[in-house]
């Protein structure tokens, strides 16, 4: 099993940036494709960012150049840094571990609200 803890959620003027964390319980990066997923209101949760195994990173057209995705390995956390925050990009952010021999792992989500 593993745990996962976001943090870093909260309220944003547009234009403002927050930075998200996901605390893993145990050292799994190497072997996880670890990624950043959103759901607002209505919608389905869609995937923001994703970092894999190798470092290698990809992210949803609407976030990118905006949105960085990071991972720190000995603290076992990977990072969503957010500028250039929208109104659209208000949703619960959820942290996901996933493997394709295991089942995923998911965080609990941190809300994040951009509004003026």
């Known amino acids: 099993q593993v745990q996962l803890v976001e943090s870093g959620g909260g309220l944003v003027q547009p234009g403002g940036s927050l930075r998200l964390s996901c605390a893993a319980s145990?050292?799994?990066?190497?072997?996880?494709?670890m990624g950043w997923y959103r759901q607002a209101p209505g919608k389905q949760r869609e995937l923001v960012a994703a970092i894999g195994s190798g470092g290698n990173t990809n992210y949803a057209d609407s976030v990118k150049g905006r949105f960085t995705i990071s991972r720190d390995n000995a603290k076992n956390t990977v990072y969503l840094q957010m500028n250039s925050l929208k109104p659209e990009d208000t949703a619960v952010y959820f942290c996901?571990?996933?493997?394709?021999?295991?089942?995923?792992?998911w965080g609990q989500g941190t809300q994040v609200t951009v509004s003026s």
């Open positions: 996901n571990a996933h493997n394709i021999q295991y089942p995923d792992f």
């Open positions: 145990r050292s799994i990066f190497s072997i996880y494709v």
